[in-house]
């Protein structure tokens, strides 16, 4: 059995009081599950595809070559939760396409995702499937699928003014998966995690935006391999996206 009070007052390996009530009790010890669980994964040592996007590549090399993030900065509980509820979601709108006639195929027959590998194992990518026939929708197949779940307002964003715009990030991934998956089109999910609202996008493959994405990848495998920083996105340590960055004080501090 848990022993959830130590001889410090604090709940077993919680760190909270021991006047905290059950529910706290019970969420610190699964986030305490979940980090730990992420804290015992192997590091990633390539870059993947949903990352080519960031637009800053001082960070891009930061990750490639798992330097650690600032102090307080890592994923928490939370987060983690954020991140496995949204692959449940993506497992549940694969079931609702199916059911609705689309064939879609999000595994091999080795039961692995399909992806690509490339530059020796060092940039690599997973895309969440592949449609490859349904209902005539107004929509050539195959399409590379894509699936988001996202909050009340960038769901909206999205919707708005779409994924080039809205999110650019996926937009990137979307690119670098039809180049080197070679489909000429992708649609993208997005799922409103409150209301369980869907959108749908069909985005056409870009290839001079595809070559560039490519090139960006090239440049930060070599500047981690070369043990090189590459220049940071902004001039001073208020940019936005800087103020936000999991390796602000490391970047800005000196701490190269």
Same mark, same amino acid.
């Given at each position: 059995?848990?022993?959830?009070?130590?001889?410090?007052?604090?709940?077993?390996?919680?760190?909270?009081?021991?006047?905290?009530?059950?529910?706290?009790?019970?969420?610190?010890?699964?986030?305490?599950?979940?980090?730990?669980?992420?804290?015992?994964?192997?590091?990633?040592?390539?870059?993947?595809?949903?990352?080519?996007? &960031?637009?800053?590549?001082?960070?891009?090399?930061?990750?490639?070559?798992?330097?650690?993030?600032?102090?307080?900065?890592?994923?928490?509980?939370?987060?983690?939760?954020?991140?496995?509820?949204?692959?449940?979601?993506?497992?549940?709108?694969?079931?609702?396409?199916?059911?609705?006639?689309?064939?879609?195929?999000?595994?091999?027959?080795?039961?692995?995702?399909?992806?690509?590998?490339?530059?020796?194992?060092?940039?690599?990518?997973?895309?969440?499937?592949?449609?490859?026939?349904?209902?005539?929708?107004?929509?050539?197949?195959?399409?590379?699928?894509?699936?988001?779940?996202?909050?009340?307002?960038?769901?909206?964003?999205?919707?708005?003014?779409?994924?080039?715009?809205?999110?650019?990030?996926?937009?990137?991934?979307?690119?670098?998966?039809?180049?080197?998956?070679?489909?000429?089109?992708?649609?993208?999910?997005?799922?409103?995690?409150?209301?369980?609202?869907?959108?749908?996008?069909?985005?056409?493959?870009?290839?001079?935006?595809?070559?560039?994405?490519?090139?960006?990848?090239? &440049?930060?495998?070599?500047?981690?391999?070369?043990?090189?920083?590459?220049?940071?996105?902004?001039?001073?340590?208020?940019?936005?996206?800087?103020?936000?960055?999991?390796?602000?004080?490391?970047?800005?501090?000196?701490?190269?």
């Amino acid at each position: 059995m848990i022993d959830l009070n130590s001889g410090s007052g604090l709940v077993y390996g919680c760190g909270l009081p021991a006047a905290a009530t059950p529910a706290q009790r019970i969420n610190a010890l699964i986030d305490q599950a979940l980090v730990e669980q992420t804290r015992r994964q192997s590091p990633r040592d390539y870059l993947g595809g949903s990352r080519i996007g &960031e637009p800053c590549k001082r960070k891009l090399v930061y990750e490639l070559t798992n330097t650690p993030v600032d102090e307080g900065k890592g994923f928490g509980g939370q987060t983690l939760r954020i991140f496995d509820a949204g692959h449940q979601f993506e497992a549940l709108v694969v079931r609702w396409l199916r059911k609705s006639g689309f064939d879609l195929r999000d595994r091999g027959q080795d039961g692995r995702q399909f992806g690509f590998s490339i530059a020796g194992g060092r940039i690599r990518g997973h895309i969440d499937g592949v449609i490859v026939a349904g209902p005539d929708v107004g929509i050539a197949w195959p399409a590379l699928w894509e699936h988001k779940t996202l909050n009340a307002k960038s769901w909206t964003d999205l919707v708005k003014r779409g994924v080039q715009l809205s999110r650019p990030v996926y937009y990137a991934q979307l690119q670098i998966y039809m180049a080197y998956m070679e489909i000429g089109s992708a649609l993208l999910t997005a799922l409103h995690k409150d209301s369980q609202a869907l959108h749908h996008e069909v985005v056409p493959f870009d290839a001079a935006a595809a070559q560039a994405l490519s090139d960006k990848a090239v &440049e930060i495998v070599r500047a981690a391999q070369d043990g090189e920083l590459l220049p940071r996105i902004a001039q001073n340590a208020d940019f936005y996206l800087c103020r936000w960055c999991a390796y602000a004080q490391r970047c800005w501090g000196g701490e190269a």
